[in-house]
């Protein structure tokens, strides 16, 4: 990812400065074009979602009634198959005894009279199951043969339930059918077939939607098939808007090379719905007026941008072009320098220019000063390197004084000096700024028995370390002032024997070093008191803040030193994070 970065970064800073700006303003452009489209956009959805509003609104309180009088419908079909007289009557028929014309005819009142409470119905009649005849309006006459059989099929698949044939929508008409069962004997033998043919498209009109003006209404099935006069659409054309506006709250369709505005809304009812139209070329055209207007903005934005960016361009580059010859003329004969006539400018050029004539007198000056700084710094090396010890040579020394106390037959002094010479060796030798716990240890028993000796036998230490931790790394150099501070607290007690114990243990996921001495108890907050200088940091103080700092600097806030006491002892605690070996230099 950053090889890729880089890449893209050499490839813009090679592109010269007049493509770069061409692009910056270029995409300025674009920008501003895309603002224009998108509010535009905003614009023809303000337009819609306002259109929406209103014909929602209107739907809901011009459509509210539709649904009800449809089950008013399926009410006065449920009245007529309750009817006693119509059971008593038809029964009758059913068991080959004879009615009369009066019997007739008051079947025919009766479903005259509940029919004539609700609007829209065509007609309502009975057709007897048993001799074929038709009871009750007469206005029924234009139903065909064909028609009754589709009914006729129809009203058997419901078994009784109220039955919507739709299609007949075209022609303004719907038929509610059912078949009229007898009571007595829960339902087995049928009586007749109820047919309601209903003038849908009346029922439609006088809602208030057609009386609208660019306003109307079609009435659909759950499959989108026209169950109402849908004015010049045909029936495929409804199904195919349909389509398109089902599950939206609206759409803009075209049918006939005529834009429409179409809001759908699903009713329960038998799952039909309702599909609201409204002509959408008058709010188009507006819409679009707008939006040319908004356009023709946009374009002389545009262009005064370009116009002005073309300007400023040419200035800039102008400016640049004549300081990048002045850099070029100086760097090829460094005495000579020109006027900067542009160094009068208040812009950045005017900047520039004032500081290319400073660059150039001090560029002159840095010359004239090069040759003694040289001297200087070569000077400096050799000094450097005269002050430098070779630690070879300190081993050597070091080995020539051993020999000789081993000659004297001195072995505490032939001690001392092995442990000092294995002390220089691991310090100065080893140039890793991490130990190993073993090899850090080891300095420290290296320093121990040093001490043993000066306090002869006084000074007992002990190293306890858990056995995978023995390669675990730990920063060099931290172990051994806290050991040698521990020693100097217990020689202030004056005690017989002074203990140093040192643990080394896992701590979760850190690495825990406990220096432990007898004889001393540490302030409380001690950490906090010495850097606040409110306990003045002297001798091995000093050396406990340094540590402290390292590890934090090192490994962050959370790590460091802290002191405590535990029963006898005086505990300096060392905390990092935890790491093996071979893992990573630190």
Request: charged share 25%.
């Amino acid at each position: 990812m950053w090889k890729t970065s880089g890449k893209i970064k050499r490839i813009v800073n090679n592109i010269k400065l007049k493509k770069k700006m061409t692009f910056v303003w270029l995409f300025s452009v674009m920008i501003i074009l895309a603002f224009a489209l998108w509010g535009d956009y905003k614009i023809i959805r303000s337009y819609n979602d306002t259109l929406y509003s209103v014909m929602v609104d209107s739907m809901n309180y011009a459509l509210s009634g539709i649904s009800q009088r449809l089950d008013d419908y399926e009410t006065l079909s449920e009245a007529i198959f309750r009817s006693s007289l119509i059971q008593e009557k038809l029964t009758r028929v059913l068991k080959n005894q004879k009615l009369y014309y009066a019997d007739y005819e008051s079947i025919r009142k009766l479903i005259a009279t509940e029919s004539n409470q609700y609007d829209y119905i065509n007609y309502a009649i009975l057709i007897d199951e048993t001799t074929g005849s038709e009871i009750g309006d007469t206005a029924s006459i234009g139903l065909t043969a064909e028609k009754k059989e589709r009914i006729l099929e129809a009203a058997e698949e419901g078994q009784g339930r109220p039955v919507w044939i739709t299609e007949y929508g075209k022609d303004s008409q719907m038929i509610l059918t059912r078949k009229i069962n007898r009571i007595e004997n829960l339902g087995k033998d049928t009586l007749a077939t109820l047919i309601i043919n209903i003038d849908i498209a009346a029922l439609i009109r006088d809602t208030g939607i057609s009386k609208q003006k660019n306003f109307w209404c079609v009435l659909v099935d759950s499959e989108g098939n026209s169950l109402s006069d849908s004015r010049e659409l045909t029936n495929t054309q409804v199904q195919d808007i349909y389509e398109q506006i089902r599950g939206e709250k609206f759409a803009v369709v075209v049918a006939n090379g005529y834009q429409y505005f179409a809001v759908y809304r699903e009713e329960s009812f038998e799952k039909w719905g309702y599909i609201y139209f409204s002509d959408y070329e008058e709010i188009y055209s507006r819409v679009n007026s707008n939006v040319k207007r908004i356009a023709l903005v946009g374009i002389l934005c545009v262009l005064l941008i370009v116009i002005l960016n073309s300007f400023f361009t040419r200035d800039i580059l102008r400016g640049f072009g004549r300081l990048i010859q002045k850099f070029q003329a100086f760097s090829e004969d460094i005495t000579k320098q020109d006027s900067l006539e542009d160094a009068q400018r208040k812009d950045e050029i005017g900047i520039l220019y004032q500081q290319f004539g400073l660059m150039q007198e001090k560029v002159v000056q840095l010359i004239q000063e090069n040759y003694i700084m040289e001297l200087e710094r070569k000077r400096a090396q050799v000094e450097m390197l005269e002050t430098q010890i070779n630690p070879h040579f300190l081993y050597n020394t070091l080995q020539t004084i051993d020999w000789r106390a081993k000659a004297l037959h001195s072995e505490e002094i032939s001690k001392m000096v092995e442990s000092l010479s294995r002390i220089l060796q691991i310090t100065l030798s080893n140039r890793k700024s991490c130990l190993t716990v073993e090899e850090e240890l080891d300095l420290v028993q290296q320093f121990v028995t040093i001490q043993q000796m000066r306090m002869e036998g006084e000074l007992l230490y002990e190293a306890r370390v858990e056995p995978e931790l023995w390669m675990a790394k730990i920063p060099k150099l931290v172990i051994q002032p806290l050991v040698e501070n521990g020693i100097s607290h217990s020689m202030n007690a004056m005690l017989k024997v002074a203990r140093i114990l040192v643990e080394v243990k896992r701590e979760g996921e850190d690495l825990a070093v406990l220096v432990k001495n007898n004889g001393s108890r540490f302030p409380e907050d001690l950490l906090r008191k010495l850097n606040q200088r409110e306990i003045q940091p002297a001798g091995h103080g000093i050396g406990i803040l340094n540590i402290d700092t390292r590890i934090k600097l090192t490994y962050g806030e959370d790590y460091g030193i802290s002191f405590c006491n535990e029963e006898e002892y005086a505990v300096a605690k060392l905390r990092i994070p935890f790491e093996a070996e071979g893992i990573s230099d630190v």
